[in-house]
C-alpha cells in the first residue's frame, strides 16, 4: 500500500486546518434538520393537522415539484422528511464538493501538495486523505440528523433511513468531485462541473417526481428518496448510490494514474498571443475574468427554468381536477395556484442566482488576496475605476441571470400548452428580484471595503435568506425576522401585485451599501 | 532635478508589527537606485507604500513630486511596476497580461514588447496557469519595460530568472538608464546591484542602514589584504586598525580600515613581502558585515533597531 503512504498524517493536517470549516458544515446541516422537525412538530400538534396538511399537499404538484414525491405525508416523519429531505441532501451535496474540490485540485492548483508530494507520501495519499475526511463528514452529518431527529421522537427506522439519504447522496459527490478534480486543471471548474451536475440531478428529480416518477430512479437525490423514510424504510435505493460512490472514486484512482501531478486530462489550449481589444480597459478584464462563471450559471439557470416552465401546465390542471384544493387557493388571497407556483419559482430562482451575484462580487477580495489586483492597481486605475469593474459585472449579470430564468420558465410554459401572453408576465415577475440581488452585492462590497478577511460573511447572509426563503414558514420564525431577507420583501408576481415602494427601498439601501462600501475600500490598505 | 523618490521619517505598522520603523530614502532622477536589506526588512512594504497600496503611519513621501496615497492614479501614468512574485489570471495567456497592462497604463509599445518578448525567449501564446516561476517573472518585466514610464519600481524583479535571462535584464535596465529613466531596484542578488546601481540604500528592521555609492561604502570600511611575508608577521597586532589577524608561517591575512590602510602598506613593505593580495570589500562583504555581524549578536543584545546606526557611525 506505498501508493497510500502517510494518509493518517495528511488526515490530521486536513482537521487541523479545516477544523472550523467542518464544524460548521456539520454542525450547520444537522442543526437545519432538527430545527426543521422541530417546527413540523409543533406546526401540526395533532392528527387531524397533519391530515389536513396530508390532503394539501398530496396532490399539490408546485409542493411536490419543489420537495420530492409525496411519501407517508399523513405522519410526522413524513411532513419532516418532505421539507428538509431533497434540500437536506443538496447541501450535504454542495459540502462534499466542496471540501473535496479544495483539499484535491485547490491543493494542487496552489502549489501546497507539490511539498507534500515531495515527502514520502503516496501518489494517493492526499487524494484518499481527502476523501476519507469528507466520508467522514458525510457519515457524521448522516448519524447526527438520525440521532436528532430520534432524540425529538421520531421512530428510529425513518430516521436512520434519511439520515443515511444524506450520507449516500454527500458520497455521489465526493466521488464525482474527485473524478472532475482529475479531469480539468482548474479549482473553479472543479466547482462548477459538479455543481452543474446537482442541478441536473435535481431538475431530473424534479422532472420526474412531477411526471410519471421513472426519471426520478436515475438521479441520486430522486434514489436516495426512493428509501422512503417514514413511510416503509427501505435500504435497497441506497445501494447503487453507495456503489456509484465506489466507482467513482475508482474511476478517479485510474484517471490520476495517468496525469502529471499539476496537469488535468484536458490539456489547457493555446492562448491568444495579442489581447483582443476589449481586454484593455477593467469592465473589459471584469467580464473576461467572470465569463465562465456567469455562462456556467446562465446554463444552470435556463435548465431549472425550462424543468419549472415544462411542469407549469400539469400544476394548472391539478387545481382544475381537485375542488377543495381550489377552495384553499382561493381562500389564500385570490391567486391561481398556478401563479403562486410560478411566484415561488423565480423566488428559488432568484435565491440560487444570488449565489452567483456573491460570487462575482467577492471575486473583488479573491483578487487581492492573490496580488492579482496589484499591478492592475499600479496602472493608472483607481480603486474605485477597479471595484466598479467588477461591480458592473455582478450587477448586470444579476439581471441577466433573472431575464433567463424569466424567458426559459415563459416560454417553456408556452410551448408547453400555456399562453404566450404568459411570457413577458413572466420575464417581469423574475426580474422584480434584481433590486434584492444588487442588495446582496451592496452587503457583500460593504464587508468587503471595510473588513476585507470577513468578505466570506456575505455567504452566510445568503444562507440565512435561503432558510427564510425556503424555511421560513416551516420553521415558524417570526414575521419581523423573516422579513429581514429582502427576498421576503420582494412583490410575489404574478400571484401578487407590483408594490413599487419596497423596490426601490432597497435599490436605496443598495447603493448605500455599496458607496459605504467603496469608500472604505479607498481608505484602507490594499493586500 | 528634483529626487524622483523622497522618503523621510517613514513608519508603518501592522497591528504590533512595525514593518517600517522611521526610513529614510532618495532616489535621484536618472539613476539606478539600488535597495538592499535582509527578508522581512520592509523593502516590499516601502515599495507598496510607493505605489499608494498602503498609507504611510508617519513621514513624509514624494515619489514624482507628488503624493502616492493621493495622486496614485496620476502618479501611476509615469511608473511601471514588477513585483517579486508575479501572480497571473490563469486562463490567461502571457500575451494578453502584457497588452492588458499595457494598455492600462496607457503606453504600450508594441514593437518593444515585441523585441522583448524575442528577448526574454518567453511563450505569449501558453496561458499563465503553466508558466513556471521565472516565466510568470518575465511576463511581468515585459510589460513593465515595455512602457517608456519614467520610473520603474522593481521588487526583486529577477527572482527564478536563470543567468542568460539575468544578463538580458541587466541590458534592459542599462537602456533604460540611458534613455535618462529612472529605477528602483530591490534585489538580493548582489553581482546584479553592483553591476547595475548608480547608488544604494542599505536597510534592516524598517530602517536605513547606510546610502550611497558603492565607492562611498566601500571607504568607510575595510580592505582585505592577504600577503606572503619574508620575517615575522608578530608586529602587525600592533597596528591600529587591523581587524581579524591570522598568521599561518610565513602566510598572513587581515582587514583593514581604510583610514589605516597606507600605514599598514607601509608595514608589510618593511617586512618584506613577496605576494600581495588586497582587494576592496566585495558588496556581499558589505552586506554580511552589516547584518551577519549584528544578526549573530541580536539574541543576546535584542537591542532597538536605531543601534545599528550607531554602531555604523562609530565604527
Redesign the interface.
Known sequence: MTDLEGTGALVRLILRRDRIRIFIWVAGIVLLVALTATSVRSLFPTQAAIDQAAAATQHNAGAIAFNGPAQGLDTLGGQVAFQVGALGMVIVALMSLFMIGRLTRGDE?AGRLELIRSLPVGIHTPAFAAVLTVTGMDIVVGGLASLALVALGLPAAGSLVLGASYTAVGLVFTGLALVAAQVT??TRVVYGSTGALLGVAYIMRVVGDVGDGTLSWFTPIGLAQKARPYAGETWLPLLPLLAAAVTFVLAAVALARRRDHGRGLIA????????TPS????VG?AL??QR?TLIGWGIGIAVAGIAYGWIAPTIGSFVANNKALADVMASGGGATLIDSYFATSFRVMALVATGFAIQSALRLRSEEA???A?????????RWRWATSHLSVAVAGSVALLAIAGLATGVTYAAAGGPWSSVPRLLGAAVVYAPAMWLMIGIALAVFGFAPRWADTAWGVLAACLVVGLLGPVLRLPDWVQLLSPFERVPQLPAAHLAVTPLLVMVALAAAFALAGLGGLRRR??? | MAPAVSVTGLFKRFGTTRAVNGLDLTVETGEVHGFLGPNGAGKTTTI?IL?????ADAGSVVLLGGDPWRD???L??R???V?G????????????VI???G????DLNRRRRDDLLERFELD????A??YSKGNRQKV?LV?ALASDAELL?LDEPTSGLDPLMEAVFQDCIREVKSQGRTVLLSSHILAEVEALCDRLSIIRMGRSVESGTLEEMRKITRTSITADLATSAESLADLPGVHGLTVQGSRVSFDVDSEHLDEAVRRLGELGVRSLVCHPPTLEELFLRHYGDELAREPELSRPAGALVDRGATR
Do not use: M
Not at chain 2, 505569449?124 to 496561458?127: A, E, G, Q, S, V
Open positions: 492548483e486543471e482548474s489547457p489550449r493555446r492562448g491568444r498571443a495579442h489581447a481586454l484593455g480597459r477593467p478584464l473576461r475574468l465562465g492573490a496580488t492579482r496589484e499591478p492592475v492597481l499600479a496602472t493608472p486605475i483607481s490598505d490594499f493586500g | 507598496r505605489l499608494g497600496l498602503l498609507r496614485a492614479v496620476e501611476h501614468r511608473l511601471a511596476y513585483p512574485e508575479v501572480s497571473l489570471w490563469p486562463n490567461l495567456s502571457g500575451g494578453e497588452d492588458l497592462l494598455r492600462l497604463r496607457g505569449p501564446r501558453k496561458k496557469r503553466t511581468g510589460a519600481l
